[in-house]
């Protein structure tokens, strides 16, 4: 069976994000107020094939263990959508 996973990562709240601060910035110089805070993050999509959502899940734990995300700058959520 085939399951989708949408996994977003985002910076700690306790780290700088260098690139949310360059939007304020940006956002700032156009004239739009109001915001206080960015942070940009990554959102990924997996499309995963295995025999249940329970072991599609696990897999797409696995990726963002090894590979999407670092535990130690990034905090990753893993949402299983329907096909």
Do not use: C, W, Y
């Not at 700088?16 to 109001?34: F, R």
């Amino acid at each position: 069976m085939s399951f989708i996973a949408e996994i977003d990562i985002m910076p700690l709240k306790e780290l700088l994000d260098p690139a949310g601060k360059a939007v304020i910035g940006g956002l700032d110089k156009l004239g739009i107020t109001g915001i206080d805070d960015v942070r940009i993050g990554k959102h990924v999509r997996l499309t995963i094939n295995a025999a249940d959502e329970a072991s599609a899940k696990a897999i797409a734990e696995d990726a963002v263990k090894k590979l999407l995300a670092n535990a130690v700058m990034e905090q990753a959520t893993i949402r299983m959508v329907k096909p």
